[in-house]
């Protein structure tokens, strides 16, 4: 998928309009529309603002994941990646408990 198509793809997930999403990064709608047209590519500035303003990940938004992290999950990540390793484990632990019972539960569910 295209730059454009994830921006609007994004845009349209949090309900926002072309003019709005302009307006938040102190441009014009017709600038936001030829990025999703594909027609423009933003500066990295540019891009940066639109993934922060949308709560996607730059990845995301460039093709380099088809991962749409969100900010407030990539914020956890990097704040568990500050911890010593042995609480950083013990987290881990958890969580990879909680996704196997997750798994478990709608293997079974189904």
Known sequence: MSFGKRLLEARKKKNLSQNEV????????PVIGRYERDEAKPSIEAAARLATLLEVSLD????????E???????RVIELQKLPNEVRDKLYYFI??????????????S
């Open 22 to 29: 302009a307006e938040k990064l102190n441009t014009k709608a």
């Open 60 to 67: 995301y938004l460039v093709g380099n994941s088809e991962l």
């Open 69 to 75: 992290m969100d900010t407030k999950t990539l914020n």
């Open 96 to 109: 990879d408990m909680s996704i196997r019972d997750f798994k478990a539960k709608a293997a079974y569910a």
